[in-house]
């Protein structure tokens, strides 16, 4: 009788093991019966490695212009960022994507981003966490000193046609 559990570390042509939890499954498996994670599809673990170092900077420089959306295979909103960049919704958006880019485990990662990452340094996880919510506070108070500068130019310039 065949015990699973024994020869935990062979897999036969008909398994594999949880990306998430490293259970032995059938390689058909879609959902993990152990820990439930659904497994990635045939393509995604055929496609190519991602650097989630370049993902992240890519999010933090150039977020507002789709820049990591092209990089990890979202085009479609990676161009609807090119289009509101203006908006600043697009780099709020990005700033989030790095928060849990940096928080979250590569595991969950490659489930949520649906991508093969390779992880990168705890350090710069935490710098660009920092940075990132510095600029998610920065951003609405920028915004907001323009919106007033905006307002006082036009009640001066409204002012100085009466004089
Ligand atoms: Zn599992």
């Avoid at 390779?118 to 935490?126: H, I, L």
């Amino acid at each position: 009788m065949e015990n699973s559990t024994n020869n935990s570390m062979v897999v036969s042509s008909d398994e594999k093991f949880c990306h998430s939890c490293g259970e032995k499954i059938k390689s058909m498996a879609e959902i993990c019966p152990k820990c439930g994670v659904r497994q990635m599809a045939t393509t995604t673990a055929n496609s190519e490695e991602k650097s989630l170092l370049v993902t992240i900077l890519l999010a933090y420089f150039l977020g507002s212009f789709g820049g990591h959306n092209f990089y990890i295979d979202r085009t479609t909103k990676g161009v609807l960022s090119v289009v509101f960049f203006m908006t600043c919704v697009p780099a709020i958006l990005s700033l989030l994507d790095i928060l849990s880019m940096t928080r979250l485990n590569i595991q969950a990662l490659n489930t949520k981003y649906n991508q093969k990452f390779t992880d990168c340094e705890k350090g710069v996880k935490t710098l660009f966490f920092v940075l990132s919510v510095i600029a998610l506070i920065a951003i609405p108070i920028i915004i907001l000193s323009y919106g007033i500068l905006f307002i006082v130019a036009i009640v001066s310039g409204a002012f100085s046609s009466y004089v």
